[in-house]
């Protein structure tokens, strides 16, 4: 089945929701463009001080007013349910909405990232009446308890790369736990954030209880600075990610879950034989969602022995994909979201190679397309640790590979300086794969695999430049929930 479709027969949505109606807005004004051609496709009216001051209240109203904050498990469980139920119905009207509005190609979204974003909230609906405190022991003249509660209203803050996951990342687990959510998603891709929103009022959701602001940067301060504002969670660059921290501090200290910037390594082990295999891993972990991907692995690490013939199979396969929009399932290399981003791929790439890099495939955008912007897959060698090429993320479908000689070296070449989100490791030896993922600075390392899994208990988060706390599985969950000590003195 195709699922090719016309792009001018969707509407793009540039409204804020707030009280489960669209609103306009009269604040500045943003440009939206389609990525896969350049098009115009409306204006977003950006959320300002005021408006961010009136979801929030009502959020935190509503919240209370609605009963959300007091329902039984069973009754928030109920409606998650019925709201996965609707994603599904809805999926391809809100797939075709998300490619023509996104970088991520139809059939990606209707056959995996609405399947994904459905079952997450299904996972967590099924975590609503497993929510548990903590009986501690203590004297026999006294009860000590650990009680979770919710902390009010999230400020959920989401990237432009899988809109429609991170929406729902970023707003069941807070929902199930009893709180309230003002979601701003990126200002690049506004459209299916309104239309999930929508959809968990239809499922029973209390109006007001999940409110979408648009906007860039402003808007988004303005959100995390709010006094109401209990708990951000942060997805985006380590740059802004700090700003983010310096806002939550501005009107007390905020707790934050922060998903920043990678480097991710692909490291190969010397034992590894199967290079086909191999190569093609290697290549979609760089090459998925034209690198625009939080763990795209970016460096590859092998041996000398094997790097050069590793090399050009990954060569081959990157040089095999077929630029095009979101709408063409033939397509194989989605668009870079902007052409401000594509620029900033392009200059990063030159930088490095001044610096003595070379360029072994590709190095910059496709010529003859239309008014997208498309980046070339780019393989480099010989990047210095002084080039902007591997102090920073591309964000794009750009790999940088290396050579070792042992393993040491190896192990320390894939230790990143600033970053430590992910990383890979191939080996043949289980002996390597139980031990060398504790020497890997990094919150997730896969063995022999690379990138999430469709499974929605694994936690996923980085460590230093790259952030803190977790989002999905058990942790994710708690992540929305904090804990209070309680005393009880029986006299």
């Known amino acids: 089945m195709s699922h090719d479709f016309d792009p001018n027969g969707v509407a793009a949505i540039t409204d804020h929701l707030i009280g489960g109606r669209r609103v306009a807005g009269d604040g500045d004004a943003i440009a939206l463009k389609r990525p896969s051609d350049g098009a115009d496709i409306g ?8 408006l961010v ?3 929030v209240r009502l959020a935190a109203d509503t919240r209370v007013a609605s009963g959300w904050a007091t329902a039984t498990p069973t009754e928030r469980a109920r409606v998650l349910k019925a709201w996965a139920d609707l994603i599904d119905a809805r999926r391809t009207g809100l797939g075709r909405l998300e490619a023509a509005t996104t970088t991520r190609p139809v059939a990606d979204v209707i056959t995996r990232d609405l399947v994904r974003a459905a079952g997450a909230v299904r996972y967590f609906a099924e975590w609503a009446d497993k929510i548990e405190g903590t009986l501690i022991a203590g004297a026999n003249s006294g009860t000590t308890m650990l009680r979770p509660e919710p902390y009010g209203v999230i400020a959920s803050i989401a990237p432009f790369n899988f809109p429609a996951i991170n929406a729902i990342w970023k707003s069941a687990p807070a929902l199930v736990t009893g709180n309230a959510v003002v979601l701003k998603p990126s200002e690049l891709t506004p459209s299916s954030a309104v239309v999930i929103a929508e959809l968990a009022i239809e499922a029973g959701l209390p109006a007001g209880l999940f409110n979408v602001v648009q906007g860039a940067g402003e808007t988004g301060s303005a959100l995390v600075r709010h006094p109401l504002t209990g708990k951000i969670t942060f997805t985006g660059s380590s740059a802004t990610g700090a700003r983010v921290m310096a806002d939550a501090a501005l009107t007390g200290t905020k707790p934050l879950t922060l998903e920043l910037g990678g480097k991710t390594p692909q490291l190969v082990m010397d034992d590894a034989h199967d290079l086909e295999a191999l190569a093609a891993t290697v290549a979609g972990g760089f090459l998925a969602n034209a690198g625009q991907v939080c763990t795209a692995g970016s460096r590859l690490i092998a041996p000398r022995r094997l790097l050069g013939e590793l090399t050009q199979r990954i ?4 040089q095999a994909r077929r630029p095009g929009p979101t709408w063409d399932t033939a ?8 052409e401000r981003q594509c620029a900033r791929i392009e200059r990063m790439v030159a930088e490095t190679v001044a610096d003595g890099a070379t360029v072994l495939t590709g190095g910059k955008r496709h010529a003859g397309l239309n008014a997208g912007a498309y980046f070339e897959p780019t393989v480099l060698s010989g990047v210095p640790d002084s080039s902007v090429g591997f102090r920073e993320e591309f964000f794009g479908p750009v790999l940088s590979v290396y050579g070792y000689d042992d393993e040491e070296e190896a192990l320390a070449m894939a230790n990143h300086p600033t ?4 990383a890979s490791l191939y080996t043949t030896s289980a ?6 993922p504790a020497r890997l600075n990094a919150g997730t390392v896969w063995v022999n695999g690379h990138g999430r899994q469709p499974d929605f208990a694994t936690p996923q988060g980085g460590f230093a430049g790259s952030g803190f706390g977790k989002e999905m599985g058990r942790a994710g969950l708690e992540a929305f929930l904090r804990f209070k000590t309680v005393w009880h003195n029986h006299g």
């Open 43 to 50: 204006t977003i009216r950006a959320a300002d001080a005021g």
């Open 53 to 55: 001051d009136e979801a």
């Open 315 to 318: 060569v081959a396969l990157a």
């Open 331 to 338: 397509a194989t290399l989605p668009p870079i979201i902007s």
């Open 419 to 422: 970053y430590a989100l992910a």
């Open 431 to 436: 002996a390597k794969a139980l031990a060398l």
